[in-house]
């Protein structure tokens, strides 16, 4: 089978497009033919080996695991003897490891049946953004009624977040660049911030919940604009090479206690009860996919490069087969 792989942590030209024998199928697991899969701003901080901090766990001098991509959708080609949930010739789509490429292998509980209104594409875009969304908004505890801003709206997790705070009965305020305003009414929200040419946290509105995807702003200036007992929701934060986000984290852990408003992050967990949610509102047409931009399976690297580039609107798919 044709697969990405890298052996050397760099820019995507350190990826390539190679042949490897199918993944083997454990007894809990299941071999999925991919006819798409999705990148996140986590297959490119594999790829780099950012931020260093990271590397701990990846992998120090190169990565431990050859193998990109997380989100996955596709049909069962084969599955273990413990196994019961699937069948060869289902359509399922979830998480594994390896998802760039022909064929891959993820655990049973980590998969959950395609919507049959969605297509590959739109369904391999879901896992990894819309389950970010749906527990950061959960973690913030989202009321009907309540203000809800969410910087970094015409992005992957963004543009998630904007449809599942509607459907929590938000009112919700997206912030986004000017080519991305219609896009970001169109999806739901009910007012959007140019951030071109107004910045959020000088205006006049105060929110009960920020839902940060970029990180850009001051925890000091994003509290000016919350409610006294409001909720900051870190799910992105500046780059950086060797701690990233974490230093935003550290000064939200110190300040935690001196202040009313709750400053907490969200960090994705898998969740096969989440992604099963997440079916439901894609199957009810409540929640729609945004894709900016299609790839095939040799042009992972351009794919990635693209989506470094911090303007793409929704998500970045491969479609594979």
């Known amino acids: 089978m044709k697969a990405i792989t890298y052996s050397s942590y760099g820019s995507p030209d350190v ?41 701990m766990a990846f992998g120090l001098r190169k990565p431990r695991d050859p193998r990109l991509g997380v ?11 413990g196994v019961t949930r699937f069948k ?9 490891r390896g998802a760039f490429a022909e064929y891959a292998c993820a655990s049973e509980a980590a998969l959950v049946a395609k919507p049959d209104n969605a297509s590959f594409e739109e369904a391999a875009s879901v896992p990894v953004a819309a389950t970010t969304a749906l527990q950061a908004l959960r973690k913030s505890r989202v009321q009907r009624g309540q203000r809800v801003l969410i910087n970094g709206a015409a992005g992957g997790v963004g543009t998630f977040a904007v449809q599942i705070a509607k ?20 999806i739901g929200a009910d007012r959007v911030v140019d951030y071109t040419r107004e910045d959020f946290t000088k205006g006049g509105q105060r929110y009960d919940v920020i839902l940060d995807c970029i990180g850009n702003h001051s925890l000091l200036a994003c509290r000016r604009v919350m409610s006294g007992g409001g909720t900051y929701v870190m799910v992105g934060g500046p780059d950086g090479r060797w701690i990233g986000p974490f230093a935003r984290l550290i000064k939200m852990l110190l ?3 001196f202040v009313s408003q709750k400053l907490v992050v969200a960090i994705a967990r898998q969740s096969p009860e989440d992604l099963s949610t997440m079916r439901q509102l894609v199957e009810a047409r409540t929640v729609r996919p945004v894709i900016d931009r299609r790839y095939g399976l040799s042009e992972v690297p351009h794919a990635i490069r693209y989506l470094e580039e911090g303007h793409a609107r929704g998500k970045v798919v491969i479609a594979v087969g």
């Open 167 to 186: 459907s929590f009965g938000a009112d919700v305020t997206g912030v986004c660049s000017t080519r991305n305003v219609e896009m970001v009414r169109s």
């Open 88 to 96: 060869p010739g289902d359509e399922v789509f979830g998480v594994c």
């Open 255 to 257: 300040l935690s206690p």
């Open 15 to 55: 990826l390539r497009c190679e042949e490897l024998p199918k993944p083997t199928v454990g007894d809990d697991d299941v071999l999925i033919a991919v006819r798409a899969a999705s990148v996140n701003p986590a297959d490119w901080h594999f790829m780099r080996g950012t931020p260093g901090i990271a590397r």
């Open 71 to 81: 989100d996955v959708a596709g049909r069962v080609e084969a599955v273990g003897t």
